[in-house]
Structures are given as structure tokens and as C-alpha cells.
């Protein structure tokens, strides 16, 4: 009877463990995907400011003759 009642213990706190890897490894993946998003946008914004920069600069360059 205790051997069984071990054995239960046993596989319950293996589902446990394999509950929180999988959980643990979907966050990662989330942090991740996040991470990669926030990049991207950062990107995008630093090449309008760079786009409106140039824009900027071509205009006063053409337009001070």
C-alpha cells in the first residue's frame, strides 16, 4: 500500500514537472516573440526618423540657393 501510494506521489509530481518545463518554454517563447517584435518597430522608427532627416536635409540643401 505505501508502495502505491509512492508510486501516485511519484507520477503526480512528474506531471507537475513536466507542466512547469512546458509552461516555462511557451513564456521563453513569448519573451522571445516579444522581444523580436519590439526590435522590428524600434527599426522602423529609426529608419523614418533617418528617412525624415534626409528628407530634411535635401529640402533646406535645395531650396537656401
Do not use: C, F, P
Amino acid at each position: 500500500a505505501m508502495r502505491e501510494t509512492l508510486g501516485k506521489h511519484i507520477a503526480e509530481q512528474r506531471k507537475r514537472i513536466l507542466r512547469a518545463r512546458r509552461d516555462h518554454k511557451i513564456v521563453q517563447s513569448l519573451k522571445e516573440k516579444r522581444k523580436e517584435q519590439w526590435a522590428y518597430m524600434n527599426n522602423r522608427e529609426l529608419e523614418n526618423l533617418a528617412a525624415k532627416s534626409y528628407i530634411s536635409s535635401w529640402v533646406r540643401s535645395n531650396t537656401a540657393e
